[in-house]
């Protein structure tokens, strides 16, 4: 877990680190951005003024130069003659003038400003028209409204002409041409200038084209009767902006990506032999004593396995020394149990058998009886000889377990069934919930047997034996409990060890052979008092499954 | 009949062919096969408006029209009336068509009173002329249905009150007799022979034109000019004109009685001598009245109000096929401009102008009519115009009742005098056919409506 969250922090680090410049850049690269595209955006609006206004200059002289021809064109001046003979021209004769010539405006007028012959207005011949004739002759073009005759409509729209004098007819007609600034020519404009061109003015009819998306910057160009505005849009700009913010972004996050591979790498370089540690520390907590840790790592960390690794070693010498002493003074206690067991029976032995001698050399007439009376006592110290030879050798040759499955709480109640007790002894049992466990029936009957033995010898003057099952967790647990003496708190760690007895008589055998067993079953025997402060005796085994 | 047309030519007709076969037996024995020297081919070359004019309702397109399809009759210009595909007889009932014999359709089917009752009624659906030359027949619409089914020697029309100028009425080319069923179109001194072809219909009640064959060539201005100047073709339509002549095809601006006002508004701002001058062109007129000069109408302009001003929004149906009456819709739509009315131009062809203002579209329209040679009939045309049948059939009841022609014709003059100003009708021009003739074409004259008749052309 420490080694999870050394990970993490490191996995932080390395983030913060990475992503540090890209918050302390991308504002500052964003700005910077900005304030570029701003003076770009200012910059197009000024080219396409400019454009517009070389576009218009260009116009301009084309109308200078067309009206300049039609005014001298043979045609033109039949039609001013032919006025000036009093002979009506018709009232489209100019159309002849005006093609090829790209006017889309071409009228003739008379001295008073009335319309003659129009190629573009053939329906206002006979009348004044304002707009055309106010315009001066021979000045450079200039921008009036004309009215343009549509099928839905006469509409006023401002046109870019001249006027020119047809000489032909000594002054008294006037020509005036030019080219009306209609939606073709702001779209034409629109697609030169890349910007959403309008013109509009006082009772002309408003054109746009072109487009101009996002943030605006608008140039105006005053054209005398109406107005040029040309917007440029920032949406252009605002594309590449967002497109170098999100290369920026991007290398940002591969940055941190790659932070981050290196930094859980580099992590787990560091916590891989901490966590190897921990392992080998919890090993050798669970007994594992000569655990050896191997893993990679260098420096302090090196330095920190090897001295692990060198305390386990001498923990594992160590620990063997022990056991080897322990296993030394367990065989002392059973040659001196052994030597105490054997050793009280001799002396009576030996006694008997000694006075007998006496009796038969001094040929005592007693010697019969006396042969008689001791036989039997010194056949029986024979007897309990053999038995504690037996109990030693049962010890020593406690077989494997073999496990199998079995129901502990049913199988208690079963075998406490055929169990024999005192009359002064009563036996409770206090069943459990059916608990499943894997173990050897035969050693098990031996345990309780042993168990419930060492309560009844307790209790020399009677009282209650408990028996009672129960589940604790994944264990199942065995306890006899009786209402004897007790053992005492100082002499519960020792009484499983064999020879170890706190009662007059018994080979102090019984309770470390249920240890034993209990061992071999994967559980263990534990010594406790009881409720009434008699001895209990907790067997706790592994469930099954 | 031949002959007798030959004998009312000049010499020079009549001796032709036996010149050419004078000068065919000289030539030798494969001129003496060939076909004597006749009346030639009569090469007519059309400006585009005029080919575009299929139904004849201009003076041009009449013109054209009636030489492969010639209407019942022809007012000759002393006002003789001479029947051409059919006779007519005045009965107590009304007036009675008996087809002449012979009159046959370009596929050989004749024309019988089924067929001629048909053709009436086809031709009033079609036309504003029609319907005004048969308002005085009874029920006109449902009798010429009845006998459309009924075959029979004599077509008799019973008229709703006396009407004595029906027969002059009926010989106007709106009511010319044609099958549109594909056997044959009409009954002309021509038939056809291929496109923009025809030769000469011997059967024709009439007789033979004098020409073999006839070739119509639709041609540019400067193209026609030239066909014309260089003798490619005795007459050019659609171009030049006689002043002199009479000229009857009106032009009218029609309103509905919605938009009356607008001819007020118009009226006050309209100077019909320049748009004549201006924007018609020709052997054109202004029409200050209902009636035209030329059947004795007022020719000059009344006194001019103040021009006055409106407001809102109209639609102008135009035929767009016809170069004066673009050229006066946009000069009123300027005018109405200048007024402080938007109007709007529709253009369409004759016919679906025709159908689209008879189905009610539009505010305001132009009309050009053909008008027939006398007063009365005339009225009764501008009345058909104006839709209103109640006063067309009062007003000609009451011009019928007059039985002396010329008191007639002065009763209908001061009639429409009267009804200028109350009708939704605003004359604008009159216009006579624009032709211009090699000056070598003999025996070409015109009929009362100014037409040219080129049944005798011929030339050196």
Redesign the interface.
Known sequence: MSGLRLRTLLLLAFALVALLPLVVTVPFASRRIEQTFARELSARADAAAALARAELDRLAAEVDQAVTACAQDPLAESVALQLETGV?P???AMRGVAEGRQLSVLTLHDASGVSRSSAF???????VEPGLAAVQVGAAPVVVPV?V?R????QLRPALVAARAVEAAHGAVTLVGGQVLDGAWADRLARLTGALVEIQGPSLVPESAGLAEGRTVRRVLPLGAAELSLAVGSAAVDETRATLLRALLAAGALGLGLALGAGFLFARGITRPVEALTDGVRSVAGGALDTQVRAAGSGEVRVLVDAFNRMTEDLGHATRALRAAEQAAAWEGVARSLAHELRNPLTPLQMSLETLLAARKARDPRFEVLFVESAPAMLEEVERLRRTIDVFARFARMPAARLEPLELTAWTEQTLGIAGARPNVSLRWEPGPPLEVHADRDQLAQLLHNLLKNAEEAMVAGGQVTVRTRAEGDRAVLEVEDTGPGIAAEDRARVLEPGVTSKATGSGLGLALGARIAQGHGGSLEVDAGATGGALLRLRIPRAG | MNDGRAASGTPWRAVAPWLGLVFGIAAGPAGAAARARDGGTLRLALLPEVRADRAGETPEGAVVHGLLASPLCRVEASGRLTPLLATFQRTAEGLSLVPRPGARFGAGAPLGTPELARALARAMELSPVARAALAPVRDAAATLAQLGRTQGAVLTLPLAYPWPDLEVALCHPALTPWRGDGQGGGIGLYVGDGPERGKASPDFPEGRPHPDALVLSTLSRRAAQRALEGRGAQALLGEGGDPSAQALFATYLVARSGSQPLLGLLDSRL?RA?LV???V?GPAAPLPGLLPPALGGPDGAGPRTAPARGSG?ALLLYVADRRAQR?VA??L??LL??AGV??????RTAEALERDWGAGQGDLALRSVLLPPLPAPALAVVLELTGDTAAQRRELAALGAVPDAAERATRARERALQLAGTLPVLPLHVEGLRARLDPSLIDVRRDALGLLVLDDAWWP
């Open positions: 009506p018709a009232a489209d207005l053939p329906a206002r011949v006979g009348d009215e005759q099928p839905e409509g006469v | 100077d320049a001058r201006s924007f062109g929004t050229a946009e000069r739509q300027i401009a200048d938007q109007l709007t131009l529709s253009a």
